[in-house]
T-cell receptor
């Protein structure tokens, strides 16, 4: 079945460091790919998405590119801030279409130190 | 803004009790979902619904049931709560493939 693999962390960085969180997937068909973020005590918020190969999703300085040849969707940010501390989830649409929900990775806990 | 609300943020129940978790969305979305979130396991899909009175099993439906009598409301039911159902429960609704999540209910079963 479909699956998502991401580095689990915790990942600890200093403020203004470059961030990469790796995400690879296994899926049938042509899923859409997502990054969600969960701040302490809150639900998940959509951070960015990409719906087809070579699409780049971006938001709040974060970027990820849908790489079909490497089945990857790595999250990057050039200069992280303390406020970026959160848990980040990579996800894909189940069954390709999305109406069946999402398959999530296990989450990466990111800690940014001042 | 899409708003998904869940009836409780924190809930403590005893083993064997019947538990109802309620979720309401205000954007007229067709699809609604229940996930549970556990450390080291991420989010796992319990049940989802395409429409009123429709329901589909996700990856871990055992021990749970759902009810969708109105489009905006999707309830998760634990028929007889057990300690291994202690978890964070997240409800979501979706437009196309993009999902919008509620704040979650942290359920503790003692």
């Amino acid at each position: 079945g479909d699956s998502v693999t991401q580095m689990e962390g915790p990942v600890t960085l200093s403020e203004e460091a470059f961030l990469t969180i790796n995400c690879t997937y296994t899926a049938t068909g042509y899923p859409s790919l997502f990054w969600y973020v969960q701040y302490p005590g809150e639900g998940l918020q959509l951070l960015l998405k990409a719906t087809k190969a070579d699409d780049k999703g971006s938001n709040k300085g974060f970027e990820a590119t849908y790489r079909k040849e490497t089945t990857s969707f790595h999250l990057e940010k050039g200069s992280v801030q303390v406020s970026d501390s959160a848990v980040y989830f990579c996800a894909l649409t189940r069954g390709g279409g999305g109406a069946d929900g999402l398959t999530f990775g296990k989450g990466t806990h990111l800690i940014i130190q001042p | 803004d899409v708003k998904v609300t869940q009836s409780s943020r924190y809930l403590v129940k005893r083993t064997g009790e019947k538990v109802f978790l309620e979720c309401v969305q205000d954007m007229d979305h067709e699809n609604m979902f229940w996930y549970r979130q556990d450390p080291g396991l991420g989010l796992r899909l319990i049940y989802f619904s395409y429409d009123v009175k429709m329901k589909e099993k996700g990856d871990i439906p055992e021990g749970y049931s759902v009810s969708r009598e109105k489009k905006e409301r999707f309830s998760l039911i634990l028929e007889s709560a057990s300690t291994n159902q202690t978890s964070m429960y997240l409800c979501a609704s979706s437009f196309l493939s993009e999902q919008y999540f509620g704040p979650g209910t942290r359920l503790t079963v003692t």
